[in-house]
């Protein structure tokens, strides 16, 4: 859904890419110091209960994602490294932004509910787990020369949602509105991984001498 605004975050971004680019930094560097920003803004932030500050930290760097796919772009030598490199890393900093979620819940709220506590603590690890499933589902079907590209619950969608009603609930103290998102997070999520199973199926029924 929100990757139709790609483009104009790519756009919008161009400037300080090229800057960079001026300046001789590696699209590399951008992917690593981005990881290392979002990880450290989650797991640091988080835990300590300073949810909006958190997500200011990894705004600031979760848009190296684009950069770093633009700047290899504009060098003209996108590599097949660093696609491999700026994969796995996402997969690194969506971990990190639920599992700081999963701490926040058991050391902030450790006097709160126990039951309603657990809940919240399973959510932001199942939410961890499937949106890794939802990647891995796409990423092994293009590997297997198909494409799992799709569904309602997207990367993008799934950051997106989860740090805008994070940080609304840091600033205002809504804690409901991180707990409504991550119920709603790991039931698309799951219906996700399905209908990427779904679409390969019809591929592999399509062309059974695609390989196994």
């Not at 589902?137 to 799934?158: N, P, V």
């Not at 698309?188 to 059974?208: C, E, Y």
Request: with cysteine.
């Amino acid at each position: 859904m929100l990757e139709r605004f790609r483009q104009f975050w790519t756009g919008l971004l161009s400037h300080p890419a090229n800057l960079l680019l001026k300046w001789g930094v590696k699209p590399d560097q951008v992917t690593l110091v981005g990881t290392a920003g979002v990880v450290f803004g989650a797991l640091f932030f988080f835990p300590r209960g300073e949810l909006f500050w958190g997500v200011m930290f990894i705004t600031a760097f979760v848009f190296s994602d684009l950069m770093d796919g633009y700047m290899a772009r504009q060098l003209g030598k996108p590599s097949k490294w660093g696609a491999f490199l700026d994969s796995t890393l996402d997969r690194v900093g969506d971990a990190a932004i639920f599992g700081g979620l999963a701490i926040y819940y058991v050391s902030v709220h450790a006097e709160a509910d126990l039951g309603e506590v657990r809940w919240y603590f399973y959510l932001s690890l199942a939410c961890l787990v499937l949106g890794n499933l939802t990647s891995y589902a796409r990423a092994r079907a293009e590997s297997l020369g198909m494409q799992a590209k799709g569904g309602i619950a997207e990367r993008a969608d799934r950051l997106v949602a989860i740090l805008v009603m994070t940080g609304f609930n840091g600033l205002l103290g809504w804690d409901f509105l991180t707990e409504i998102t991550l119920w709603v997070l790991a039931v698309a999520s799951l219906v996700t991984v399905f209908q990427r199973m779904a679409i390969v199926h019809r591929q592999a029924v399509q062309d059974p001498g695609l390989p196994g």
